[in-house]
């Protein structure tokens, strides 16, 4: 298996653009996770799904992120209007049921000018 | 001005001894915990889990030891390697689906 898999692996974008991140998770796994990752804060949760359904939406820092998960093989992370204080690297993990390990993606590094 | 970020603990161990990290868990409702390693540029990596009904379990070159009692976990890396080098992560698992991280500890292995 290819592992998780996240594009794009870098994205600059100035202020105000729209950000689009994207995840496929490992097949067979029911649980996505996104999360992100900052000096500031380390590794926070921001949102995840089971069976394509998101569960807890918590993190989620405010309305400009979104999140959708249409099939069990796809996810998005969106974030409209973007801001340089949303540069962070931004990981997507799956899981095979509630509760077990994760395996996470190589993230994708946004840079926000 | 100078940005204040998380302060990680760094552990800088000699290659072919051992190394010893440690966590403090605060939910002692936790009954989940793994780590993880991360190397530079590169996603958490799954090392070792155990569940809260052990106190002990053993990997490849790893191990792992969960103190309930004082909430405190450890991961032991028998004779480290240079690829050992990385940021090392605790994770425990709260209600439902959601694993909450540590700050992570440094390993720096010299040669």
């Known amino acids: 298996d290819a592992g998780v898999i996240q594009s794009p692996r870098h994205e600059v974008t100035e202020m105000g653009q729209e950000v689009t991140l994207r995840c496929k998770p490992i097949?067979?796994?029911?649980?996505l996770f996104w999360y992100r990752q900052t000096m500031m804060r380390g590794l926070e949760l921001l949102i995840y799904?089971?069976?394509?359904?998101?569960?807890?939406d918590s993190g989620m820092p405010e309305d400009r992120f979104s999140a959708k998960m249409p099939n069990a093989s796809f996810s998005t992370l969106k974030i409209q209007p973007s801001e340089p204080r949303d540069s962070a690297v931004y990981f997507c993990?799956?899981?095979?049921?509630?509760?077990?390990?994760?395996?996470f993606g190589p993230g994708t590094r946004l840079t926000v000018t | 001005g100078e940005s204040v970020g998380l302060h990680l603990p760094t552990l800088s161990v000699q290659e072919g001894d051992n190394s010893i990290i440690n966590c403090a868990y605060s939910?002692?409702?936790?009954?989940?915990f793994i780590w993880y390693k991360q190397e530079s540029g590169k996603g958490p990596q799954f090392i070792i889990d155990?569940?809260?009904?052990?106190d002990k379990r053993q990997g490849q070159r790893v191990t792992v030891l969960l103190n309930k009692t004082v909430k405190h976990l450890s991961l032991q890396i028998a004779a480290t390697q240079p690829g050992d080098s990385a940021v090392y992560f605790c994770?425990?698992?709260?209600?439902?689906?959601?694993?909450?991280f540590g700050t992570g500890t440094s390993l720096t292995v010299i040669p």
């Open positions: 155990i569940r809260s009904n052990m």
């Open positions: 993990a799956s899981s095979f049921i509630q509760g077990h390990e994760q395996y």
């Open positions: 939910n002692s409702a936790s009954d989940y």
């Open positions: 994770a425990e698992l709260h209600t439902g689906n959601q694993f909450y």
């Open positions: 799904f089971n069976n394509n359904v998101p569960i807890d």
């Open positions: 097949s067979g796994h029911n649980s």
